[in-house]
């Protein structure tokens, strides 16, 4: 009896059963302390109607705007492609802690992702490895997915200290239970930010290629699908190749995400 040839549809299923899918990439905008309510709702009513003209997105879209942004935000980007995430939370679900906002309440607003571990709360809060761990399960308490971020100083890269530092904070930073559902790591060189200038291609590559086997073997297979962000003055002119890099699955973007026409270009890298 002659066997039926495999058709193209079911040559894609056989192959797929091989293949390991790669994470989706997550592109992130962190507005940081930026914006006010009309500049905010204008903001994401850009990227909204961005992502109705594209069609089906080459990425997961999400933005970070300050606490007090959240709702206006939300209000527009509710039902869309674009995602909400706080920029920080605190360790506890509630309490006396004024000014600060717990994880649980980002959630009730609508967010699913918090950004932890920023440089800038590393240096002007003074928060540690395990402050960020802490926040890190709070976001896992609360139903969130944390963006933990890493990266080293000037100082340490010319010391020949990057990878030394970064391996350090993964150890520390990242609370037991990880896993490519519910985290996000995010490799941003504190000397980058802001800064205009980024590592080469090699020097990101040889980052997040340490973070991703220090990942597999703390966590196991599951941490494969983990992403991986880079952030640090990335911008439409660099976005392409940084995210053509080896175990890149997106971005972090400060500066950049602030404006419509920065951004979305940032996004359009992954098509």
């Known amino acids: 009896m002659a066997i039926a040839p495999i058709t193209p549809s079911q040559y894609e299923l056989v192959e797929n059963l091989f293949m390991t899918s790669a994470p989706r990439p997550l592109i992130a905008g962190n507005w940081k302390m930026n914006s006010t309510r009309s500049g905010a709702v204008e903001l994401a009513t850009g990227l909204v109607d961005q992502t109705v003209a594209q ?116 150890a520390d930073s990242l609370p037991d239970g990880v896993g490519s559902s519910n985290t996000v790591v995010a490799y941003e060189p504190v000397w980058a930010i802001g800064t205009g200038r980024t590592p080469t291609s090699q020097e990101i590559a040889d980052v997040h290629a340490a973070m991703r086997n220090q990942l597999v073997a703390r966590f196991g297979s599951d941490s494969d699908g983990l992403r991986l962000l880079y952030g640090g003055s990335v911008n439409p002119g660099n976005a392409e190749e940084i995210m053509s890099i080896d175990n890149v699955d997106g971005g972090l973007i400060g500066g950049a995400s602030l404006k419509v026409e920065t951004f979305w270009p940032i996004v359009q890298a992954f098509a």
């Open 55 to 170: 069609g089906p997105l080459p990425c997961e879209l999400l933005v970070c705007p300050p606490a007090h942004l959240l709702l206006p935000v939300l209000d527009v980007v509710k039902g869309t492609n674009v995602a909400l995430g706080g920029q920080d939370c605190h360790a506890e679900p509630k309490g006396a802690h004024t000014g600060d906002v717990s994880a649980e309440m980002l959630m009730d607003v609508g967010c699913s992702f918090v950004i932890v571990g920023h440089s800038e709360r590393r240096t002007n809060h003074e928060e540690t490895d395990g402050m960020v761990c802490e926040k890190a399960m709070a976001a896992h308490r609360a139903g969130l997915i944390p963006i933990i971020c890493v990266g080293e100083t000037e100082t340490q890269r010319d010391a020949g200290e990057a990878l030394q530092t970064v391996g350090r904070q993964i």
